[in-house]
């Protein structure tokens, strides 16, 4: 996701001034596409930039790299704004904005709800919460990106809300999933299912750009892995039970997922759930 916002910013004429990946190859495969230099540690990264857009994959990667010596905080300037968008705890959050405001500058919690061909189409949602004024200081960055963007209240709302969009999402994945096994065991064949199902009423935009990924699973690439899933469904019903708000449903799709990534499908995408559940149909002796 950050490298297709890196290209998608070059794309429409923003500066890219340098980039950062924990793994170098990844930024350098980016750098000969953006012209843009890569940086040896997440503080050279910063130095240079008014705008500093952070996607990563957990909050332990987003606490290695804001941290330190080397860390993305200490080569901010004053009055640089970061744009967060990876999909964390909204304590994270909330810790991080604390340790950039400490360097005189900004954090805008913005992580977003898109795919990848959304980012390199500039459709992608964001929902951002931070100080309203440092967000319409990057909003031209945001727009290069985004369809929409929607500022939902303070520093760790954007988190928040992302955690209910995707337990939406996770939610629907599972329960496509469960539907196309079980027309699958009726003997109906699953592109005739799906067929039904995108026609339906619950025909939403997430079942229509799934469907090559669930009609053709051998050969689906990874747009959002299980082990991610799984990532997120525990983000997403540890800050539930903190709030105090029951979340059954999530809780058993977290069961699923865990199932599914102790099988060995942790590094298959999320549609790889109904492989899981096909699987353990035949192993129960189900006929």
């Excluded at 967060?84 to 919690?109: F, H, K, N, W, Y």
């Excluded at 061909?117 to 727009?143: I, N, S």
């Amino acid at each position: 996701m950050g490298a297709a916002m890196a290209v998608r910013l070059s794309e429409q004429g923003r500066d890219v001034v340098a980039l950062y990946n924990r793994t170098a190859s990844k930024a350098e495969a980016v750098a000969a596409r953006v012209r843009a230099p890569v940086a040896g540690t997440a503080r050279e990264a910063a130095e240079p930039a008014d705008v500093v857009l952070v996607s990563l994959g957990d909050d332990d990667a987003v606490l290695s790299t804001y941290r330190g010596a080397d860390g993305l905080t200490a080569g901010l300037q004053p009055d640089a704004v970061v744009v967060e968008t990876s999909t964390v705890d909204p304590r994270i959050v909330e810790e991080m904005a604390q340790a950039v405001a400490e360097c005189d500058a900004g954090l805008i919690d913005a992580p977003v709800s898109g795919s990848v061909p959304l980012v390199q189409k500039g459709e992608l949602t964001f929902m951002a919460g931070g100080d309203p004024r440092q967000l319409e200081l990057v909003r031209p960055v945001l727009d290069a990106l985004a369809r929409q963007v929607f500022h939902v209240g303070g520093s760790g709302a954007g988190a928040a809300m992302k955690l209910a969009v995707n337990a939406v999402v996770l939610s629907l994945n599972q329960v496509l999933s469960e539907a196309l096994v079980l027309a699958e065991a009726a003997g109906i064949d699953r592109s005739a299912a799906y067929d039904v199902l995108a026609a339906s009423a619950v025909g939403a935009p997430f079942v229509h750009y799934k469907r090559d990924a669930f009609e053709h699973p051998d050969d689906a690439p990874v747009a959002f892995s299980l082990g991610l899933v799984l990532k997120d469904l525990s983000l997403i019903t540890g800050f539930a039970e903190r709030l105090g708000v029951p979340m059954e449903q999530s809780v058993q799709n977290r069961l699923v997922a865990q199932a599914a990534v102790d099988a060995g499908l942790g590094d298959r995408d999320m549609s790889a759930i109904a492989r899981y559940l096909a699987d353990r149909r035949h192993t129960t002796g189900s006929s």
